[in-house]
């Protein structure tokens, strides 16, 4: 009788790991085009270049006092609206230390498993490699000949640029409005 259950047991196991990672295919765009790979050359540390990018912007990112030059730029005027130090680094109100969804039940799904104040929760939010969940600003960054690292941000109604270094511009403009009380 034991081995039955545990054959049973085994059974129900292999069986809703195969529910719950079905084999992987190849994706493939609507006009039958499939995804192809790219062998690519890395350095001596084993990585190629944009992980390398990645693994210096996150030091960079994540330096202990460093400080950073923020330039508010006008999209239309091109001049600069606002420059201040940053003590560390800038960070995305759209990051959180918690997932924003969480799930308590402990269903086979595509979700990950996670513990929260030492209970077990299910999400489909990944941690970052900054060890926050959430969305930052999209932006780019990019060390330049001068070793000087860059990140830069487009938004609605300015441009945001960010540097190890200072950079030098023409002029400063704070442009208010004052009222009388």
């Known amino acids: 009788m034991k081995k039955i259950l545990l054959m049973v047991f085994i059974s129900s196991v292999a069986f809703m790991m195969f529910a719950c990672f079905p084999e992987a295919k190849t994706p493939t765009s609507a006009s039958g085009v499939s995804k192809t790979t790219v062998r690519l050359k890395t350095g001596s540390d084993g990585l190629t270049i944009e992980q390398r990018n990645v693994k210096e912007r996150l030091k960079i990112d994540n330096k202990v006092g460093a400080i950073?030059?923020?330039?508010?730029?006008?999209?239309?005027?091109?001049?600069?609206?606002?420059?201040?130090?940053?003590?560390?680094?800038?960070?995305?109100?759209?990051?959180?230390?918690?997932?924003?969804?969480?799930?308590?039940?402990?269903?086979?799904?595509?979700?990950?498993?996670?513990?929260?104040?030492?209970?077990?929760?299910?999400?489909?939010?990944?941690?970052?490699?900054?060890?926050?969940?959430?969305?930052?600003?999209?932006?780019?960054?990019?060390?330049?000949?001068?070793?000087?690292?860059?990140?830069?941000?487009?938004?609605?109604?300015?441009?945001?640029?960010?540097?190890d270094q200072p950079i030098p511009v023409k002029n400063i403009v704070i442009n208010m409005e004052l009222t009388k009380d």
Request: glycine share 8%.
């Open 68 to 163: 950073k030059h923020l330039y508010v730029i006008s999209p239309y005027s091109g001049q600069v609206i606002i420059y201040s130090t940053v003590k560390g680094k800038i960070t995305s109100s759209g990051k959180r230390l918690m997932p924003y969804k969480v799930d308590p039940s402990n269903e086979c799904n595509s979700s990950i498993p996670i513990k929260l104040d030492g209970r077990n929760y299910r999400t489909s939010e990944v941690l970052q490699d900054d060890g926050t969940y959430g969305h930052s600003s999209e932006y780019i960054f990019w060390w330049d000949a001068k070793e000087i690292y860059h990140q830069h941000f487009f938004t609605g109604g300015q441009i945001i640029h960010l540097s």
